[in-house]
Structure formats: C-alpha cells, structure tokens
C-alpha cells in the first residue's frame, strides 16, 4: 500500500502525516471510520489504532500505517479518555464559575495517570495564564523528557499558537481537544467578541510532529454554552 489508495473494509479520507524527520508528504489513504497516522519513527511511539499496513517514503524504509478505531464521535477517543475530557469541561466551568474565560486542560501521563490539571487564570490580567501553557512548563518539573513525549494533555480547546509552541518545545506528546480553534473563533464571531490579539491557527500549524486529535462532538455543546454565558453572562 502505497500512495493513495483505498484500505477494505476501513472508511472516509485522511491524509498521511508527513513524517517529522525529513517532511516528506506520503500522499493520501482512504481509510474508513476514522483518522490515519503514521509511526512516528523519531520517537519510536504509534498512535493507538489498527495496523492497516505500511508506506514507503524513502526506498528501503518503511512506516507502519494505523487506522483508527471507528467511533461514532468521529474522534479517536475511548471511555477512560472521555473521562479526562469531562474533567477538562468541569475545569472550564470552573474558570467561568471564578470570572474567568471558560477553558480546562488536564495532563496524562503515558500511563494514563492524571499528573495535573489547571484552568484558565487570564481574569487578573496576565493574559497568557492559559492551563495548556502552565502545563506544558509545570512538566518540564514533573516529567522526564521520554514521560512528557509519552503524555497526553486532554483540553477543552485546541490550544492556541502560545500553548502549542510551548507544548511543542517541551517534547509534550499527543493533545486531544474538545472544541477546535476554528469552532471557538466561529462562536466568538457570532457573539461580536473583538478577534484576538494573537492569530488563531490549528496546532497543527504550530507544532507539526504533535499529534492532535478533535473536535469531540459529544462534549462540543458543553463547551460552547460555556463561551455563550462568559461573553453574554447568561446561561444557554
Ligand atoms: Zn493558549
């Protein structure tokens, strides 16, 4: 399998991360039911999935080829994943709860054990007290370099090109997000809040050896109401 060309019995169109080592672009594969990844060879981890074959992107060196697992929400999320991504929904709530704009991000490391939490914290003035920054520096004290590559920060939204650079130069692994940026600055849009200083580009762009997973359609409405009480200051 190499280049395009349709995997049976698996769904939908994704496009093959190009690999960070030397950002060859592999082309497209058809995949069906979910997203597709490509081992990421410089850290030797793989995205969680099913192995639905491999690509050639130099002679004599292949990378295996993973689909996700189908899931109704469209995002390669399970239960005990879920269960950070609630927590990250109680933290923004929380936020909007002390005056403060509604995000939540909880880190996870490779074990799946919570290592810490944070909610925004931008209402005093600092507007960079976003939980995905203080994250990302508060690992660098609590993790080795290969425990923050193996960890996952799960988060209400998408970080913004602050928190993903810094998630990025930390070596933090995987981020799954609620509500994407785009969705957040469509909202904003429509509530007539003024754009933000700072442009609003996808971690992809940002950080591209990350990788991302979102939106998560189950738990998009929560976040989004949240959004609407902040600037309206009623619920939704
Ligand atoms: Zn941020």
Known sequence: MQGRGAVPGIGRVGRIPAPSEDALDVGSLDVVGGTVGVEQARHGCRRRGVHVGTVSVLPGRERSVF???????????????????????ELAAEALAAGDEPFGSVLVDGDGEVRAEDRNRVAGGDRTRHPEFAL?????????????????????GEHCPMCAAAHGWVGLGRIVYVASSAQLSAWLSELGVPAPPVATLPVSDVAPNVVVEGPVPSLVEEIRALHVRFHRGNAS
């Not at 520096?137 to 960890?151: G, I, V, W």
């Open 67 to 89: 689909a996700s697992r189908p899931c109704e929400d469209g995002a390669v999320i399970e239960d005990r994943e879920l269960v950070h991504l609630r927590r990250c929904v």
């Open 136 to 156: 990302a520096r508060l690992s660098t004290t609590l993790m080795t370099p290969e425990e923050r590559h193996r960890a996952t920060v799960y988060t209400s």
